[in-house]
């Protein structure tokens, strides 16, 4: 398996731009993460969906924040208008519900700079 | 709400043993003691779990105290690709709640 697979790798826009991420979980993983990197703060949890459904959005930081997971394979997390300070490394990654315990494995990340 | 606390950074000598504390004094009877370690410019990698009893696996040890009030990670022959932050998490094992990171220790390998 290739892992998770997000694209683009780096990005770099301007403020006020549309910025749209994506994903590709691992196939057969039932969860889906979306997470956000900066120095200040770490890693944060945004969102995350089971079998497609979103379950908890309560770390998306506002509206101009949205995530969708049109089916098993593929997610995106756009952001409209984008800010500088929504610059950052975005994580998407994915795990199995399987018997008792289960890990969450990590794509490569999308190093985002909003100008 | 931090959960587990680490020391903010370590070095460790090339072929000696790294030894990552971490105390989690609040942590339930049905949670988990997870870590995951991040090398520079990669996505967090899964090391290693373990509920109460010591666990090893290829790539660490997981020492847990019987109280289950602080772990140890043990890394038994440090090389420098072992120079990442790692993360000590804490978790129950059912559904799948989310993973709350700290801020980890960075451990750095010395030549």
């Known amino acids: 398996d290739a892992g998770v697979i997000q694209s683009p790798r780096h990005e770099v826009t301007e403020m006020g731009q549309e910025v749209t991420l994506r994903c590709k979980p691992i196939s057969g993983h039932d969860y889906l993460f979306w997470y956000r990197q900066t120095m200040m703060r770490g890693l944060e949890l945004l969102i995350y969906f089971n079998n497609n459904v979103p379950i908890d959005d309560s770390g998306m930081p506002e509206d101009r924040f949205s995530a969708k997971m049109p089916n098993a394979s593929f997610s995106t997390l756009k952001i409209q208008p984008s800010e500088p300070r929504d610059s950052a490394v975005y994580f998407c990654?994915?795990?199995?519900?399987?018997?008792?315990?289960?890990?969450?494995?990590f794509g490569p990340g999308t190093r985002l700079l909003v100008l | 709400d931090a959960k587990t606390t680490q020391p903010t950074s370590m070095d460790c000598a090339e072929g000696r043993a790294a030894n990552l504390p971490c105390n989690h004094s609040?942590?339930?009877?049905?949670?988990?003691v997870y870590w995951y370690r991040q090398i520079h410019s990669q996505g967090p990698q899964y090391i290693i779990h373990?509920?109460?009893n010591n666990e090893t696996n290829e790539m660490a040890s997981l020492i847990i105290t019987e109280d289950r009030k602080s772990s140890t990670l043990i890394l038994p022959h440090a090389t420098l690709r072992d120079t990442a932050v790692y993360y000590c998490?804490?978790?129950?094992?059912?559904?799948?709640?989310?993973?709350?990171f700290g801020t980890g220790t960075r451990l750095t390998i010395i030549p």
């Open positions: 609040t942590i339930s009877g049905n949670e988990y």
């Open positions: 373990g509920l109460k």
């Open positions: 990654a994915s795990s199995l519900l399987a018997e008792s315990v289960e890990t969450q494995y």
């Open positions: 998490i804490v978790r129950v094992d059912f559904g799948n709640e989310k993973l709350t």
